[in-house]
């Protein structure tokens, strides 16, 4: 598990990442509720896919930091 300053950083950047994905495609409350038209949904699932790609690529970024760091302390070993 990260530590918690890493684990704070990456929500903020979650939580930014979303508000700038979804929050153009949320109205302020309508009574009754608005329903979304196929455009609208179409926009809203290429955000929610534009979001889950950079998540993805997150993860993928956290993966290699991670084995660059072991391939660091394994040198650390040896020399």
């Known amino acids: 598990m990260p530590p918690p300053e ?3 950083r990456q ?3 979650l939580c930014d990442l979303v508000a700038a ?3 153009p495609h949320l109205e302020a409350e309508t009574s ?4 979304l ?3 609208d949904e179409r926009r809203l ?4 896919s534009r979001v889950n790609k950079a998540i993805r690529g ?5 993966e290699e930091e991670q084995q660059q760091q072991q391939w660091c302390e394994f040198d650390q070993v040896f020399l």
């Not at 997150?58 to 956290?62: A, K, R, S, V």
Request: proline fraction near 8%; glycine fraction near 0%.
């Open 6 to 8: 890493k684990q704070e």
């Open 11 to 13: 929500l903020a950047r």
């Open 21 to 23: 994905s979804l929050l």
């Open 32 to 35: 009754p509720p608005r329903h």
């Open 37 to 39: 038209t196929r455009e």
């Open 45 to 48: 699932l290429l955000a929610l």
């Open 58 to 62: 997150w993860n993928q970024e956290e």
